[in-house]
Nanobody, 121 residues
């Protein structure tokens, strides 16, 4: 299984931006479909954004127009650029390898520690 490492979380004011990174030490992510998820206490983990091996992207309605998922092949990472952050975006964010089809996106790897995003109002 691919073990991924998340980074880039932190504290930001509402309306601000953060850039999260997902890396796979020792492995290449360039051909791996990756999803970013988030979870708040007491709620199920939800898919925020995903990118297929071919570059197709998918976003949750709540983040469309504000978040952008992309690959940085030079750095071997998948990033999640988060703009216009809202208090409701506050969560622990995780990345995972996913199976990305036209009908569904499903996490298929193990979950890492995640990275905490705190949005102050």
């Amino acid at each position: 299984q691919v073990q991924l490492v998340e980074s880039g979380g932190g504290l930001v004011q509402a309306g601000g931006s953060l850039r999260l990174s997902c890396a796979a030490p020792g492995r290449t992510l360039t051909i791996t479909a990756i999803g970013w998820y988030r979870q708040v206490p007491g709620k199920q983990r939800e898919l925020v954004a995903a990118i297929s091996s071919g570059g197709r992207t998918n976003y949750a309605d709540s983040v469309k127009g504000r978040f952008t998922i992309s690959r940085d092949n030079a750095e071997n990472t998948v990033t999640l650029q988060m703009n216009s952050l809202k208090p409701e975006d506050m969560a622990v964010y995780y990345c995972n390898a996913v199976t990305f089809t036209f009908t569904q996106i499903t996490a298929r790897g193990s979950w890492g520690q995640g990275t905490q995003v705190i949005v102050s109002s």
